[in-house]
């Protein structure tokens, strides 16, 4: 009996919502064993009761699995999450980022549905009615909003040792992609990667914000438990398109966000459909899948995004469609039709 096989075996239990085992996520603080008894303690950071519950009784399943290891002392030590201890509860528009009102979340289960596009595209037409947004690029692997906004500076910091985000088109920003060359690579594992987010998250000089929007990486890893237990969610925006292969992995990402007790604000659909000059439309993935998956899972749908050349357009030369007039981009308006729906859940929710 060793430490080694001991934290082995605990590899096998995954944090609940998360793709990643509890060992990697560094919550097994000790391990001891003492006259053949095995002690084990454990840091959880959370305000979900049902999650150390779930984790204690998979942990002793795994263990069970260890021939002659007896009943095993599991210890678990409970924290609030980091930064949410006088936070108070998300829901009530506090936020655990000093001068932001609303921290929002997009997110989607898998790469590819178009998730930075709207993510950046929402910032902007959140901004178009007069509030003050910030852009925080997660995606740590690959960044893509110093494209999207056109920028290749460089952040400097204040006097305070935080970094100044980079300013464009009215919005505040932060994304790697602002700290590396065009085509250097991020090399870095789950601890690094979880450093930098917290640093981005809690070392950036944002100010005075009315919503602070955070584009997530893809998929149900270590940044997103880091965001989650970092600052205190107001909510998080689900990105789809439409064909079932898409719909599955949303659905994960629904998953995820219930475990950590944060509540879907809507779901988007992107690309829904193709128009031709004619006014003929092709739903080129699936027609409504995400109208369908709203309703399934009761959240609102924000909006249903056309495919249109001038979003990949906007999005390559650095000028979101959503600085368009909606009038003339169907694309623009709904993104500015979801920024209000958007506003108006947030604004019920504060009430």
Not at 17 to 33: E, H, P, T
Request: aromatic share 6%.
């Amino acid at each position: 009996m060793t430490p080694d096989l001991i934290r082995q075996a605990l590899r096998q239990v995954r944090y609940p919502g998360f793709s990643r085992d509890i060992v990697s996520f560094g919550l097994i603080k000790d391990i001891r064993i003492e006259d053949k008894q095995v002690w084990i303690r454990m840091e959880i950071a959370t305000r979900d009761p049902a999650v150390p519950e779930k984790i204690f009784k998979d942990a002793h399943a795994a263990l069970a699995e260890i021939p002659d290891i007896g009943t095993p002392k599991i210890e678990i030590d409970i924290k609030d999450a980091p930064g949410q201890a006088n936070a108070g509860d998300a829901t009530t528009g506090k936020s655990s980022i000093p001068g932001v009102k609303h921290i929002i979340a997009v997110a989607s289960g898998k790469g590819g549905v178009g998730k930075s596009t709207v993510a950046s595209n929402l910032a902007v037409a959140l901004a178009a009615t007069g509030a003050r947004v910030g852009l925080c690029d997660c995606d740590l692997y690959g960044p893509s909003i110093a494209m999207m906004f056109g920028s290749s500076e460089r952040p400097m910091a204040n006097e305070h040792e935080e970094i100044i985000p980079i300013e464009a088109h009215g919005l505040k920003l932060m994304s790697m992609g602002f700290l590396l060359e065009d085509r250097s690579p991020v090399i870095v594992r789950g601890p690094m990667a979880t450093r930098y987010t917290q640093q981005f998250l809690r070392q950036v000089a944002w100010g005075e914000l009315d919503y602070l929007v955070l584009d997530l990486p893809p998929g149900t890893g270590d940044i997103q438990l880091t965001i989650v237990q970092t600052v205190a969610l107001d909510g998080a925006v689900i990105v789809t398109t439409p064909q079932e292969i898409a719909l599955i992995d949303a659905r994960k990402a629904v998953a995820m966000f219930a475990r950590v007790n944060v509540p879907i604000l809507g779901l988007i659909e992107n690309m829904a459909w193709f128009e031709c000059d004619h006014g003929v439309r092709y739903h080129l993935f699936g027609d409504a899948g995400g109208v369908r998956e709203a309703a399934a899972i009761g959240t609102p749908l924000l909006a249903q995004i056309p495919i249109e050349p001038v979003v990949r357009r906007g999005g390559d030369s650095g000028t979101p469609v959503a600085l368009m007039p909606p009038a003339e981009s169907q694309a623009s308006a709904a993104f500015h039709h979801a920024a209000q729906a958007l506003r108006q859940t947030l604004s019920t929710q504060a009430h």
